[in-house]
């Protein structure tokens, strides 16, 4: 598994205040694969996303980038956030180029490059708007095209379509699995909606609830691409796939439930 | 929301009762009696005769340029200490735990008893009123920054780290933007604060300025004087605010108030 782009190796990961969120994770994406990983609200799902990330450092265990242990920041991760991330202050065209400027790109070049992006992800003429003057999906529109401008290698996403509307989600979702497509990264697509899950995702991995979450399955997803995110859902194949993993899902589920109760 | 010329008319109205309330009790006797002495109240008229005859001079341009000069020099230079101060407090946690109590205590402290050792050591020109206004601005204004500094939202951060922003690009694209939001939406106050600085300076010892002006008068028992120098100093504020108004909208486009009150 040296040649994988994130493995994480039996990481455990505890909070200063001494709750321990996740236990002995294995998990290895391999280059150019979609994995989803699902599991109950609050299981751990960010915690195992923040450590690929390098966001925080495990207690146990090691997170190994292209093979390289990871220490501080992953440089070759873009990480899409769950709640706004966007600067309030800089407009859509300036969001998207911080990175490149950042990056020593001169500023011209870089807003030239962001309204590419822009048109990439839809919004052509929203360049001068301020995040607060967009919609939630334009806003993860912005935030896509933010992250992607820099071509990172890793691509983490935290439930970047949670608090979306269901017919924007589908929509984004193709969004996502056309830019995607264009040139197969290492993706974790974290998410508690596991027909998202399967309908976008090579492999969809199901973590147990907190705490001391594990991973408790790892299912290979062998729908076509391309696929539609829209009609997939409509193939039997899906809805098999749907069937299995969601009963092993339901028991952790209600668990979670039952503990919160 | 009421129409904007219903507001200014309802505005006006109340001036014109107040001031008709005011002539009234000073100039026409009821019962034969001044319900409002002129000694004590003077009279509408003559207050406005008194601020024309002013204006038709040219020394109370050279008063309302003082004290714009020490509200200015107050302002910038209050707000250029509390912004660095603020930014090092903020990013340095020692510093911020060491300091507190002094700068608690030092807030806490009613800043016109500072005022007769200010003109000890800077004399009676216009910088002891600029100090005196600097120690009101400066503490809104770091309390504004440090705060802006610490509330970054944690996510917006964590994702500037991400796009690959070091230090100093964070300082510039995310600390500063939101210690300077914090630090405008105070505009109004601070400036406010630099004029009651210049004005109470200028009140408690000075040759110029409109605050000098109110207590000169005062010392003669001029009561026209005295409202003719409140009144002009009352329309100083208001221009000085619709000014800072105007900054603000230009400064926090950004901001979803600030669009909405277009
Ligand atoms: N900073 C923190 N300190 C202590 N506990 C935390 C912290 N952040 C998250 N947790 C806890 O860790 C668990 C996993 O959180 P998280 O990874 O955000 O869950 P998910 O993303 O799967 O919904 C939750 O029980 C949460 O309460
Ligand atoms: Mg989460």
Redesign the pocket.
């Known amino acids: 598994m040296a040649a994988g782009a994130v493995s994480l190796d039996r990481v455990t990961i505890a909070?200063?205040?001494g709750?321990e969120?996740v236990t002995a994770a294995d998990l290895a994406v391999g280059e150019g694969e979609f994995v989803s990983l699902v599991?109950p609200?609050?299981?751990?799902?960010?915690?195992l996303l923040n450590a690929a990330a390098g966001l925080i450092a495990p207690a146990a265990g090691e997170v190994r980038i292209f093979g390289a242990p990871l220490q501080g920041l992953n440089r070759q991760a873009g990480y899409l956030f769950q709640q706004d991330a966007l600067m309030p202050w800089k407009n859509a065209a300036d969001n998207v180029a911080i990175g490149l400027e950042a990056a020593g790109v001169p500023r011209k070049d870089a807003l030239d490059r962001a309204h590419v992006w822009l048109t990439r992800v839809g919004l052509k003429n929203f360049g001068d708007r301020y995040p607060h003057q967009l919609s939630g999906g334009q806003k993860k529109r912005v935030a896509m095209a933010q992250m992607l401008i820099r071509d990172p290698k890793i691509l983490l996403m935290d439930e970047p379509f949670g608090p979306l509307d269901a017919q924007t989600r589908q929509i984004m979702g193709n969004l996502l699995l056309d830019l995607w497509a264009a040139d197969r990264k290492a993706l974790i697509f974290?998410t508690h909606d596991l027909e998202e899950a399967i309908a976008l995702s090579d492999r969809v991995i199901i973590m147990s609830s907190?705490?001391k979450a594990r991973i408790i399955g790892d299912h290979r997803i062998d729908l076509p691409r391309p696929r539609n995110a829209l009609d997939i859902r409509l193939d039997p194949r899906f809805h098999e796939i749907q069937q299995s993993i969601w009963a092993q899902l339901r028991a952790e589920v209600i668990k979670a439930y039952g503990d919160a109760a | 929301m009421i129409a904007r010329p219903t507001l200014l008319s309802l505005q006006i109205l109340v001036a014109v009762v107040l001031i008709g309330i005011w002539y009234i009790g000073s100039s026409v006797p009821i019962f034969g009696t001044y319900f409002l002495p002129k000694f004590f109240f003077s009279t509408p008229q003559d207050v406005f005769w008194r601020i024309v005859k002013m204006f038709s001079g040219t020394t109370i341009w050279k008063h309302i340029g003082i004290t714009l000069t020490e509200t200015m020099l107050a302002f910038v230079i209050g707000s250029v200490g509390g912004v660095v101060f603020g930014f090092w407090f903020a990013r340095k946690p020692l510093v911020a735990a060491v300091f507190d109590p002094y700068i608690k205590m030092a807030n806490a402290l009613p800043r016109v008893v500072l005022a007769p050792i200010f003109m000890l050591w800077l004399g009676l020109g216009i910088w002891s009123k600029v100090a005196l206004g600097v120690t009101l601005v400066f503490f809104i204004v770091f309390f504004n920054v440090y705060q802006g500094v610490k509330e970054v939202s944690p996510v917006v951060l964590a994702n500037a780290r991400m796009l690959g922003l070091n230090e100093r690009q964070l300082f510039r694209h995310v600390y500063w933007p939101s210690a300077l939001s914090w630090m405008f939406s105070s505009l109004h106050t601070s400036v406010g604060f630099a004029l009651v600085g210049a004005v109470v300076g200028e009140y408690l010892g000075a040759a110029a300025g409109l605050g000098y002006l109110i207590h000169e008068a005062e010392g003669v028992f001029d009561v026209t004087g005295v409202f003719a120098g409140m009144s002009i100093l009352a329309a100083f504020v208001l221009i000085v605010d619709a000014v800072v108004t105007q900054i603000e909208k230009a400064l926090l486009v950004w901001r979803p108030e600030a669009t909405q009150k277009n």
């Not at chain 1, 609200?41 to 915690?47: D, I, L, Q, V």
């Open positions: 909070y200063p205040n709750y969120a599991g609200t609050g299981c751990g799902k960010s915690t974290v907190g705490p």
